[in-house]
């Protein structure tokens, strides 16, 4: 228990130290790179899009700040409930939260890419003439 309880620096953790912030820094890169790439794929699905939110800001704030907290020295049992927790909430998005809405909103888009428009009816609208005019029934 007195390892996580020590400062996070080179000498106590030689192995960790470097592998901690710079996994932080590549995976906040990674990070803003996907949302990037979802926003412009996913732009006509709005739950998508609300779905890659709640994934990026929970990854970004963790591992953007561990940078932060691993060369400022704080310990690491600190730094493990931070990226637990971050990491908690973004697999309680995908895993929980999402997937009903994300069924819903795929039955909307099957259902309106087949089924087709109601019919009009041909009292409802005249049908235009030859010359352009509407022509009134009898």
């Known amino acids: 228990m007195n390892v996580l309880t020590d400062p996070f620096t080179p000498a106590t953790f030689p192995d960790l130290f470097t592998l901690m912030w710079l996994a932080g820094l ?27 939110e709640w994934v990026f800001w929970p990854i970004i704030i963790t591992w953007g700040v561990i940078p932060l907290l691993v060369v400022i020295g704080v310990p690491l049992i600190l730094q493990l409930i931070i990226v637990l927790s971050g990491m908690g909430i973004a697999a309680h998005a995908v895993f929980v939260r999402f997937p009903p809405r994300i069924a819903a909103a795929n039955d909307e888009i099957r259902r309106r890419r087949f089924v087709p428009p109601p019919r009009r009816s041909e009292r409802e609208r005249a049908k235009p003439t030859p010359a352009g005019r509407r022509r009134k029934h009898r």
């Open 26 to 52: 590549l995976i906040a890169i990674g990070a803003i790179a996907i949302y990037n790439l979802a926003g412009r794929r996913y732009r006509r699905y709005p739950e998508l899009l609300a779905l890659h």
